[in-house]
């Protein structure tokens, strides 16, 4: 399940989508929210689904959790990233460097590129100049925009155009629709399911890679001016409380 476009809107909900997921929960079903959405932590954005009524326990899987999985233990890492991206990274790298720190870009292993609202032309210097200097380059996602309340807005993908156009060199891409968000979320589902998204360039190609049925829903950034879309679809509505309906036609039997 999609977040950004689907559940809400910037800090706006959508219209019933809480209310027809708390329902499915409340049938037994497992939902997974998967977000390449970096900067705030998966804490944070678990606590803000129970705040929009659904119940706690929530499972939140983010785009950073897809890059923490690339980093070795060993690695001494440069992020360019928001705190969401930081954490986890923190978690699992030997050392965390902010961008910020021009210094601290010598000898670093790996920069990890998230949306960072913060990012200003010192940030990108210091970050293409360590993957100039060898340093592995992973990206949270390249989503090009994500949509808020007054529109779309610049997305990581903007930034990390931004460190690869200096650099000379193309990341390694976690988030969806990648293949490390592929392998972290086959792990945690391993009955299969369908994939509830707003984008049919990161949502649709992530069920496509999976191999799982994907419903998209117009809540978000896909109008219906845009239809048909390029990837296959289950089914299209135009929110998910309309689309949860529809669910039990495509889920897999026993989940
Ligand atoms: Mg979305």
Redesign the pocket.
Known sequence: M?????VWLGHQPVPGSADALADRVALGERVVFCTNNSSERGVDKAATLVDHGLAPGVEVVTSADAVARLVDPSWRVLCLGGIGLREVLAEVAAEVVDASDGPGSVGVDAVVVGLAREVDYARIDHAARAVRDGAVFLASNDDATFPADDGLHPGCGAIVAAVRTAAGVDPVVAGKPHRPMADLLRERLPGGGVVV???PDT?GRLAAALGWPFVLVLS??TRPDDLPVDVPTACVAPDLATAVAALDDWLPRGS
Do not use: E, H, K
């Open positions: 999609d977040l950004d476009g689907v998204g707003d984008r949502d978000g950034v």
